[in-house]
């Protein structure tokens, strides 16, 4: 698989390095679409996760310099150095990575989450209600599948929310 | 009267009732709209009492007629004076009905004029301008985005309403702790092929939410530190450097325990052929998890900060691991020697330390010892210094007397004279002291009063301007409320419905207030002319009798002797009789006439009361009555 990175020039070899970093770190991966010249599809997904999986392995197993130009003899000196320098200036950023998905070992992870909130004036038998309402939408990720879960909550209810959250932050920090 | 209606279909109107547009008058109000109106106003004036009571006609005969009871029966309990039954309702004439509606809507509850005294706060105003925001907006017709003008735009395009996400930023700065020199790599990363945070993301619409959550995250990370370090760090007099890697060794510590323990008691689960006991190789498979395609997004503010305390352990443990299980071997060959090896050490060194110890501790005693006499000394001295400076002064008094002895007497002569000048002078003194004292004492005084004085003027001036200042905040204050509460009444004056044109009304009110008058005074002009008419005819009347009187004697007289006279006589009497009568018929022509006038005024309120189509209303609804009578009672029949 190393040898598919052969085709690609060592002058545009860290763009596509550094592009799969960002894949890695949770942003933007490389596209076919601008390297179709150079690979097939099938190539391209190969070649996309043997680098990946060398990135991270790289990182996360701590692997000497000379270790990682091992598995990458075969393509030539250029390319492997060019993967090489990749490495050094991702390392922590990758780590980082890793660290935060470890960090997110139980069965459902909360990935991301976001809140509006809403000024309920009236309603169809109260004419003027005047309640604040949150709605709160959060992603959760179970079993590697994204789920959106939204809630919508008066201010008691966020108030509960609140107040067992810090519950939770305590026993984390109790923890420490 | 048209006036009238006019302002009773208007409060009617705003108490909910559906009047037609073509109905003017209370001339032209049906019964379902009486009885729909009397209802409304009761609903209003006391809800308890209006519902109960339907705002239609039921469309049977004999419920009509209860409901018409039950209003009627309703309006008494409110106080209506009038006579009122079911027949008001149900076979209605005008006057009633309008003296009915009139006293219903006089009851109505005036607009809580309390209520607008307090000028709303703001929180109720904004609400309001919210809420007629909203009311605009809604009244606005939907258009497509194609034909929307752009100051649709702003309400009716979706724009404001996604979602925000967030992403992991890659940033120069990001962990460019001072001490960590950075790569060359690194450098030239950041200059080469590190794109703007604008470009990092795919949508463009997530880069200020993710930035945000990027600085959030930090933000608290550094605070948690903070407060750490401030709480348990600075206590600890360690560096932050020590006091983190112990605080890392400690949560090494635990995980390591954590791990073991989940690991141990199921040794034939999924991953049996990884955990066995070996710590290392799973915490490698953590550390190094070869997953492919897995994206890894961003964590929340919780991950961030406890990643920030879990950074670098599962490496750690790892390398501990590793290093702890290639010395275990080697450690066990040696193990006997080197404990006899250390005892002997260690009781060597305990033998030097209780050595040292006693040593330092005579050497304390002694310093001590030391201290105390040499406070001592220093008192002794201090005490021997004041006796020397006593005894000196005590010295040079004796060698001037013994001075003075050789010429005993005139010295001492001398001395008596030089004490009574003195003695003399103090007498003096103390009496210019009195002269002095007194006025400059008065003086005083004088000065003592005039201060307190001032300051009691002083005191009430201060408690005054409190006062002034006090009404000047409270005026201020209230000129506020004031004129929030004009501008409030002012705002609503605006936006309140220009039907009801007051000035009509009062200027009609005074134009009826002077027909009133013009009319009293007529009514007095016209029974001032009466009350003379009667007193003419009074007169007249007692003119006339003393003039018969007065030609009936006469000719009474006459008529004894003359025959021609007696027949005038006669034809005198006759007169007068038949001019009485006359008197008498045009007085009953009077009262025939007035009687008529009022049986004329009769006949046409009975007209007024729609006598025949209500009369005809009843027949037949007595008719659909017995129908119905009937119906329930072949109902009966049946059954």
Known sequence: MVHLLAKLPPDECPKLLHRVVDGICGREPPRLADYCDTWTLVEWMELLQFLSSLFRVAVGKKMPDKEVLALLEDVGSGHGEAVLTALRARRDEIRHALVEKTNNMSSSTLQDFDWQIKLALSSDKISCLQTPLINLSLDVKKNGALKAVSVEMNREELQKLISSLEAANKVVLQLK | ?639
């Open chain 2, 1 to 639: 009267m048209e006036e009238v209606d006019k302002i009773l279909i208007h409060s009617l109107k705003q108490t909910g009732t559906n009047v037609g547009k073509d109905v003017q008058s209370v001339k032209h109000f049906t019964s379902e709209l009486i009885v729909e109106a009397v209802v409304r106003c009761l609903r209003v004036i006391d809800s308890a009492l209006g519902s109960g009571l339907s705002p239609s006609l039921p469309p049977g005969m004999s419920a009509r007629f209860r409901v018409g009871m039950s209003l009627a029966q309703a309006c008494q309990d409110l106080g209506y004076k009038g006579e009122i039954g079911y027949q008001t309702f149900l076979y209605s004439n005008e006057p009633e009905i309008r003296s009915l509606l009139m006293f219903l809507v006089e009851k109505l509850p005036k607009e809580s004029a309390e209520a607008l005294d307090q000028p709303a706060g703001k929180s109720a105003l904004l609400q309001k301008s919210i809420a007629a925001q909203i009311k605009a907006q809604l009244a606005m017709p939907w258009l497509p985005p194609s034909c929307r003008l752009p100051m649709l735009c702003k309400t009716q395009n979706p724009g404001p309403s996604y979602s925000f996400q967030c992403q992991n930023l890659s940033l120069p700065h990001f962990r460019n702790v001072p001490g960590n020199k950075q790569l060359k790599e690194e450098k030239d990363y950041h200059r080469d092929f590190l794109l703007p945070v604008t470009a990092q993301l795919s949508r463009h619409a997530s880069v200020p939410a993710s930035l945000m959550e990027h600085h959030a995250a930090e933000l608290s990370a550094t605070h948690e530190w903070e407060n750490e370090w401030n709480s348990q760090g600075l206590l600890s007099r360690l560096t932050p450097e020590e006091y983190r890697s112990r605080k890392r060794a400690r949560l090494q510590k635990r995980i390591d325990e954590q791990l073991r323990t989940a690991t141990q008691p199921r040794p034939d689960s999924l991953s049996a052929h990884r955990s066995g006991s070996d710590l290392t190789e799973l915490l490698q498979f953590f550390g190094g998890s070869p997953l492919p395609g897995d994206i890894l997004t961003k964590g929340t503010r919780f991950t961030h900060t406890e990643k920030f305390t879990f950074t670098q352990e599962p490496e750690r443990s790892a390398q501990q691991m590793a290093a702890a299980a290639s010395s275990l071997p080697s450690s066990h060959q040696s193990e006997e020697d080197l404990q006899t090896q250390q005892q002997e050490e260690l009781a060597a060194l305990q033998q030097k330390l209780q050595q040292l110890c006693l040593s330092l501790e005579e050497v304390g005693g002694d310093i001590r010892q030391l201290t105390v006499s040499k406070q001592q000394v220093s008192d002794e001295l201090k005490q021997k210094e004041l006796s020397n400076a006593e005894k000196e002064d005590s010295v040079l008094v004796k060698k001037r007397t013994i001075d003075l002895l050789p010429d005993a007497e005139n010295n001492l002569a001398k001395l008596q004279a030089l004490v009574e000048g003195s003695a003399k002078r103090v007498v003096n003194l103390a009496a210019q002291w009195e002269n002095h004292r007194a006025p400059l004492i008065d003086e005083h005084r004088r000065l003592k009063e005039l201060c307190s004085n001032r300051e009691m003027e002083s005191s009430r001036k201060l408690t005054e301007i409190k006062e002034l200042h006090d009404k000047i905040r409270q005026s201020a204050e209230e000129a506020k409320k004031k004129d929030g509460l004009y501008k409030q009444l002012i705002t609503e004056f605006e936006n309140l419905p220009k039907d009801v044109s007051r000035s009509a009304y009062t200027a009609r009110i005074l134009e009826i207030v002077g027909n009133i008058r013009k009319q009293k005074e007529e009514i007095t002009k016209i029974l001032s002319d009466t009350k003379e008419l009667q007193k003419e005819i009074n007169s007249l009347t007692g003119k006339l009798d003393r003039t018969f009187a007065v030609t009936d004697e006469l000719v009474f007289k006459d008529a004894k002797k003359d025959e021609s006279v007696r027949k005038s006589y006669k034809y005198l009497a006759a007169l007068h009789e038949n001019c009485t009568q006359l008197i008498q018929t045009i007085e009953d022509t009077g009262t025939i006439m007035r009687e008529i006038r009022d049986l004329e005024e009769q006949i046409e309120t009975e007209n007024g009361k729609k006598t025949v189509s209500n009369l005809e209303k009843i027949l037949e609804d007595y008719k659909a009555i017995r129908q119905e009578n009937s119906a329930l009672a072949a109902k009966i029949r049946d059954a």
